[in-house]
């Protein structure tokens, strides 16, 4: 598993954060971040973090979007700061010909739409970006969004033609 969520079955002790908003660093320079602030807030409601395990293949990982690296809470609650410090909240993963972009934090969610609405217009229209971006992609390859739940834990294996997402509980 490349992308372990750190938050995983965690006893509440150690982490815990029901629907707080905290804050978040936004990579700008990447076309899926275009016209986001350089530091912002996001809902974190039962959301996965991201982290990156050392692989021969890291170069197709990108994180766009982390939680930032001290006093991440704006509003809310949260135990274990440090859990979450600095982890990726949303990652672009180059896969063959397609990008998966999985967003940890709730970006839909009621008057989060209007302040993340950068990010989700980024993943609607970030393909010519990409295309650039990442030679490997081909002009006609594709962007899949997942908003991961809290419970998922995503897993892209590809074995020959092909790719599966599989959803590990």
Known sequence: QLLKNVVADLPSTEFFCPGSTVRATFDTDHPLAYGMPDEGLVLFWGSPAFQIEPSPH????????????????????????????????????????????????????????????????GVLVAR?????????????????????????RPTVTTAGSKTSIERVT
């Open 128 to 152: 010519a970006d990409l295309t650039t971006r990442n030679r490997s992609i081909s002009a006609a390859s594709g962007i899949t969004l997942f908003v991961v739940p809290a419970e998922m």
């Open 58 to 121: 890291n170069e197709w990982y990108e994180t766009v979007v982390r939680y930032a690296d001290r006093d991440l809470l704006q509003s809310g609650w949260l135990i274990g700061e440090d859990v979450i410090s600095e982890k990726a909240a949303m990652v672009n993963v180059r896969h063959g010909e397609w990008n998966v972009v999985l967003i940890g934090f709730r970006p839909q969610h009621r008057g989060q739409t209007w302040g993340m609405w950068g990010v989700v217009w």
